[in-house]
T-cell receptor
């Protein structure tokens, strides 16, 4: 079973601060996705990274895929209360399976 | 607007009951998944299906079975519900390499 480890598990910061969430594995993934989940809802895709070393930006969010395609990071600049939620990384592997990390619960306080 | 719909948002069942969780998608996706979500454990794959009548065990299939008689519908069955199956259950569908679309989840409580 491919495993993804996310850190930190919990993060509570003040509005305007920057933060980074990490997603690591000992396995190589064909692609890596980041999802955000709000209470009472299913996860929603933020981004997919496919190429080792790839960097994608989505407004204040920057996603990076490691060169060896085993790890990824999500960096948020100037966090806002609307960024509060559960962030999940998911690795694409055998067939159509998606393996999810444990999630990072982010709280941005006004 | 693409949709994955789970039949119930909340369910309360008694220990030993047979429980059916239903999921329907309208995107003509081949692949459908059932996950359970518990605090600190992320989403754990129970079963997935890559075609009608085809299924494959995920990481935690014990105590569960599934049925996919039609492409759009994927059912999760708890043969004899137990308290350790109290959890949030999420259904998802996707094409082989694209994003997964999730339902809103079913919060199941077994008492």
């Amino acid at each position: 079973t491919q495993l993804l480890e996310q850190s930190p598990q919990f993060l509570s910061i003040q509005e305007g601060e920057n933060l980074t969430v990490y997603c690591n594995s000992s396995s190589v993934f064909s692609s890596l996705q980041w999802y955000r989940q709000e209470p009472g809802e299913g996860p929603v895709l933020l981004v997919t990274v496919v190429t080792g070393g790839e960097v994608k930006k989505l407004k204040r969010l920057t996603f990076q895929f490691g060169d060896a395609r085993k790890d990824s990071s999500l960096h948020i600049t100037a966090a806002q209360p609307g960024d509060t939620g559960l962030y999940l990384c998911a690795g694409g592997g055998r067939g159509s399976r998606l393996t999810f990390g444990e999630g990072t619960q982010l709280t941005v306080n006004p | 607007d693409v949709k994955v719909t789970q039949s119930s948002r909340y369910l309360v069942k008694r220990t030993g009951e047979k429980v059916f969780l239903e999921c329907v998608q309208d995107m003509d996706h081949e692949n459908m998944f059932w996950y359970r979500q518990d605090p600190g454990l992320g989403l754990r794959l129970i079963y997935f299906s890559y075609d009608v009548k085809m299924k494959e065990k995920g990481d935690i299939p014990e105590g569960y079975s599934v049925s996919r008689e039609k492409k759009e519908r994927f059912s999760l069955i708890l043969e004899s519900a137990s308290t350790n199956q109290t959890s949030m259950y999420l259904c998802a569908s996707r094409l082989p390499t694209t994003e997964a679309f999730f339902g809103q989840g079913t919060r199941l409580t077994v008492v």
